[in-house]
């Protein structure tokens, strides 16, 4: 494969944390590639470092050791060129949903009519649409989550960093917004790289899905997902559904039997 084509190379990734009990190594040798508009989930025992992988490719923590390349250019963070929705969304609360939506277009200075018009846009396609002027708090959680799905998407990044998006969410609603994310990035072209503790949700949106060991982590197993459909919904019902999930499992040492 081509460095182009891989988009995101990540080579010995290391990051061990000082605390006040002693050093905690919480990263060790993390390799993977990541493909041009590629969906990969990551997935992995709880605090193995899943966040903490995704602030190093953010370039909001340095890593020890290790290095990563975007297009084959040696880079240390891919600030500027992703698109970071954390667990908490992080809207706000004195902001309208518009106001949330447009604020880091704002910053770039984008044209106001413009940055508008492609909020609304989004707005229209995430079901938001009447809701411009609300204030978050008077939003259900799962229009909370697509408030700051759109903020990150708005922005038009490379890549999109989603540190499980829906998890807080009613299974409707995760249901519903999975393919809303899905039909969202294919449409533009994006690249995704997801974090979350649900296999099912896993094979369900991932082309690629990275098994993570336990701390340190390293990468423990990369499975390529060949489902038919690219539907969320439509996929649980693939005929190998159940072969990649009782898969995913097994390499998480879940029992399923
Ligand atoms: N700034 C820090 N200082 C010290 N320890 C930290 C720091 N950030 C994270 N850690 C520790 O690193 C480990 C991994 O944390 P991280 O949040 O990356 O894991 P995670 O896999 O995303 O967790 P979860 O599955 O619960 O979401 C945890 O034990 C955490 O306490």
Redesign the pocket.
Same mark, same amino acid.
């Given at each position: 494969m081509s460095d182009k084509a891989r988009q995101l190379q990540i080579t010995g990734l290391a990051k061990t #944390?000082? %605390?006040k009990t002693g050093s905690?190594p919480?990263?060790r040798d993390l390799t993977f590639d990541i493909h041009e508009q590629d969906f990969v989930s990551i997935i *992995?025992?709880?605090?193995? *470092?899943? %966040? %903490? /992988? #995704?602030?190093m490719i953010a370039g909001l &923590?340095d890593a020890d050791a290790g290095t990563m390349r975007y297009r084959g250019e040696p880079v240390d963070g891919l600030r500027g060129r992703i698109g970071y929705m954390m667990?908490k969304d992080l809207l706000f609360p004195w902001r309208t949903v518009l106001q949330n939506c447009l604020l880091g277009l704002e910053m770039r200075n984008v044209d106001r009519r413009e940055a508008r018009e492609k909020a609304l846009d989004y707005l229209e396609t995430f079901g938001l649409k009447g809701f411009e002027n609300a204030y978050p708090s008077t939003l259900s959680g799962g229009q909370r989550q697509r408030v700051a799905l759109i903020r990150t998407l708005v922005m038009d990044p490379d890549i999109l960093l989603l540190?499980?998006p829906f998890s807080a969410l009613d299974y409707q609603t995760r249901l519903h917004l999975e393919g809303v994310l899905v039909d969202a990035v294919e449409t533009a072209g994006k690249t995704v790289i997801l /974090?979350t503790?649900d296999v099912d949700e896993a094979v369900a949106l991932s082309k690629r899905v990275v098994v &993570?060991s336990g701390?340190p982590?390293k990468v423990k197993a990369i499975h390529d997902i060949d489902l038919a459909s690219h539907s969320p919904i439509e996929s649980r019902s693939d005929p190998n559904f159940s072969r990649y999930f009782h898969l995913l499992c097994n390499e998480l040492d879940i029992q399923t039997q």
């Amino acid at each position: 494969m081509s460095d182009k084509a891989r988009q995101l190379q990540i080579t010995g990734l290391a990051k061990t #944390f000082a %605390t006040k009990t002693g050093s905690v190594p919480v990263v060790r040798d993390l390799t993977f590639d990541i493909h041009e508009q590629d969906f990969v989930s990551i997935i *992995g025992p709880s605090g193995c *470092g899943k %966040t %903490t /992988i #995704f602030n190093m490719i953010a370039g909001l &923590l340095d890593a020890d050791a290790g290095t990563m390349r975007y297009r084959g250019e040696p880079v240390d963070g891919l600030r500027g060129r992703i698109g970071y929705m954390m667990q908490k969304d992080l809207l706000f609360p004195w902001r309208t949903v518009l106001q949330n939506c447009l604020l880091g277009l704002e910053m770039r200075n984008v044209d106001r009519r413009e940055a508008r018009e492609k909020a609304l846009d989004y707005l229209e396609t995430f079901g938001l649409k009447g809701f411009e002027n609300a204030y978050p708090s008077t939003l259900s959680g799962g229009q909370r989550q697509r408030v700051a799905l759109i903020r990150t998407l708005v922005m038009d990044p490379d890549i999109l960093l989603l540190d499980e998006p829906f998890s807080a969410l009613d299974y409707q609603t995760r249901l519903h917004l999975e393919g809303v994310l899905v039909d969202a990035v294919e449409t533009a072209g994006k690249t995704v790289i997801l /974090i979350t503790h649900d296999v099912d949700e896993a094979v369900a949106l991932s082309k690629r899905v990275v098994v &993570l060991s336990g701390r340190p982590s390293k990468v423990k197993a990369i499975h390529d997902i060949d489902l038919a459909s690219h539907s969320p919904i439509e996929s649980r019902s693939d005929p190998n559904f159940s072969r990649y999930f009782h898969l995913l499992c097994n390499e998480l040492d879940i029992q399923t039997q």
